[in-house]
């Protein structure tokens, strides 16, 4: 089992930052994915950004320029540093762990971002 602990929602205005930070535990891989996703009301949840291991980050279009994702191999710890925000990124986020070789995945309790307009 892998636990997952996201920190770092908030309100925020419209063009405002925010830094989500989530900490993996338990039992961890060296080789893995960590990334966020994220569920607005009443939409199907979607990729916002991940990034391997080896440190390759991956992005969705829409926040692709905005948003950077990094991570503390020491801390087991990947952030999502979000800039220039906007309504439409109000959503809950939800942090993911997936570990290898078997591939099995794990979820984040998910925290409330909401960039008021």
């Known amino acids: 089992q892998v636990q997952l602990v996201e920190s770092g929602g908030g309100l925020v205005q419209d063009g405002g930052s925010l830094r989500l930070s989530c900490a993996a535990s338990g039992s961890i891989t060296s080789r893995n994915t960590m990334g966020w996703y994220r569920q607005a009301l009443g939409k199907q949840r979607e990729l916002v950004a991940t990034?391997?291991?080896?440190?390759?980050?991956n992005y969705a279009d829409s926040v692709k320029g905005r948003f950077t994702i990094s991570g503390d191999n020491a801390k087991k710890t990947v952030y999502l540093q979000m800039s220039s925000l906007i309504p439409d990124d109000t959503a809950i986020y939800y942090c993911k762990y997936t570990r290898y070789p078997w591939g099995d995945s794990y979820w984040g309790q998910g925290t409330q971002v909401t960039v008021s307009s």
């Open positions: 990034m391997t291991s080896g440190g390759s980050p």
